[in-house]
């Protein structure tokens, strides 16, 4: 049980990136764009892995995103997320969860400079409060995500900390590298 509240949370958190300085950052993305994330939990279920993300299809109304996740040398099942490009992308929708009642609330919002994967990126950090339940445990927390229009996915860096089931858990993401086709 707490492998796949794992799993849901590590996949939960790229999709909590929302847009970086347009309404939807996906309609400027091509085709074979990707971006590759460290991940690392600590706490209650300690792993280390990666997660890459690649646009796999694209056209004028939907773009489809492929996930794929290691940790601890054991690829996860792999994840496609459709965005509909007509609409802004919202950030608090998170498909993986299904109808799990998990709430995401933006707390904050401002800008820094963040380095990461050899590189220095001016980024737009927002940071939301999470609480609900996921597989059936309750969860409180908070997300900070920080984003830049100067990677293909916005992506750069995102750390989720929480309360599972009176248990802490943190995770990290961040961008080690991005490019495209």
Not at 5 to 33: E, H, Q
Not at 37 to 61: C, F, M, N, Q
């Amino acid at each position: 049980m707490m492998a796949r509240l794992c799993a849901a949370l590590v996949v939960l958190s790229p999709l909590t990136a929302g847009a970086a300085d347009d309404d939807n950052p996906f309609r400027k993305a091509k085709v074979g764009d990707f971006a590759t994330y460290k991940l690392t939990t600590t706490g209650v279920a300690p792993s280390e892995g990666t997660a890459t993300r690649t646009i796999t299809a694209k056209d004028d109304k939907e773009v489809t995103i492929r996930t794929v996740v290691k940790a601890n040398g054991t690829e996860l099942p792999v994840t496609d997320e459709k965005v509909d490009l007509t609409w802004p992308y919202d950030p608090l929708i998170v498909p993986v969860l299904g109808a799990a009642p998990v709430k995401l609330e933006k707390v904050k919002e401002g800008t820094e400079k963040v380095k990461t994967g050899g590189r220095e990126y001016d980024a737009r950090w927002t940071t939301y409060k999470v609480s609900g339940q996921l597989n059936g445990l309750d969860v409180t927390g908070e997300v900070k995500v920080w984003l830049s229009k100067d990677v293909p996915l916005a992506l750069v860096k995102l750390r989720t900390t929480a309360q599972v089931a009176g248990k802490k858990l943190e995770t990290v993401h961040e961008l080690v590298e991005t490019g495209g086709k």
